[in-house]
T-cell receptor, first 114, second 110 residues
Framework: DGGITQSPKYLFRKEGQNVTLSCEQN?????MYWYRQDPGQGLRLIYY???????QKGDIAEGYSVSREKKESFPLTVTSAQKNPTAFYLC?????????????FGDGTRLSIL | GQSLEQPSEVTAVEGAIVQINCTYQ??????LSWYQQHDGGAPTFLSY????GLEETGRFSSFLSRSDSYGYLLLQELQMKDSASYFC???????????FGSGTRLSIRP
């Protein structure tokens, strides 16, 4: 079955360390997204990519970086510049058009500070 | 900018009907979607409205009024398993950029 795989499920970061969250999809979707969710809060867009080798900042991109070298993969790096990284990170993908295409989400990665 | 507003919490009784409202402000509009998220889980797609009116999918219906920048999700014959958070989301300034509301936590009493 097609879907989105995020790994790891849980991740711990030390002070000053960069960590990378993996997101892979086999749905043949063009668009991929990263969201951050804090406890009891909504989803905030970090970065999104409409096509390979192209991505745009979302609303809270500071302290994060992404790459889109392959259609299937959209890894997110949480850098040491992100001072409050503890959150639930969700990766999603969708067809770009038509616009009624739903987003499909991975099961998320919970990131905590050691 | 883009913003969406929805109530933070709603409580309802099992078997009843509940409506969750969403108002939005966007520079463009490509449609309003609704997602359900159980605690600790991933959001799952429920419905999508691009045109005005009501869309029905089983016990769930979604309504859109583009002139009012307003939509709602209607849940009928509530079941305990419907206890979850519900998010509205819009494709606004570009068809690929999807912004979510802060979510409405639905609690259902027996």
């Amino acid at each position: 079955d097609g879907g989105i795989t995020q790994s790891p499920k849980y991740l711990f970061r030390k002070e000053g360390q960069n960590v990378t969250l993996s997101c892979e999809q086999n749905l043949n979707h063009d668009a991929m997204y990263w969201y951050r969710q804090d406890p009891g809060q909504g989803l905030r867009l970090i970065y999104y990519s409409q096509i390979v080798n192209d991505f745009q900042k979302g609303d809270i991109a500071e302290g994060y970086s992404v790459s889109r070298e392959k259609k299937e993969s959209f890894p997110l790096t949480v850098t040491s510049a992100q001072k409050n990284p503890t959150a639930f990170y969700l990766c999603a993908s969708s067809k770009t058009l038509p616009s009624n295409q739903p987003q499909h989400f991975g099961d998320g990665t919970r990131l905590s500070i050691l | 900018g883009q913003s969406l507003e929805q109530p933070s919490e709603v409580t309802a009784v099992e078997g009843a009907i509940v409506q969750i409202n969403c108002t939005y402000q966007t520079s463009g509009f490509y449609g309003l979607s609704w997602y359900q998220q159980h605690d600790g889980g991933a959001p799952t797609f429920l419905s999508y409205n691009a045109l005005d009116g009501l869309e029905e999918t089983g016990r769930f219906s979604s309504f859109l009024s583009r002139s009012d920048s307003y939509g709602y999700l209607l849940l009928q014959e509530l079941q305990m398993k419907d206890s979850a958070s519900y998010f509205c989301a819009v494709r606004g300034s570009s068809a690929s950029k999807i912004i979510f509301g802060s979510g409405t936590r639905l609690s259902i009493r027996p």
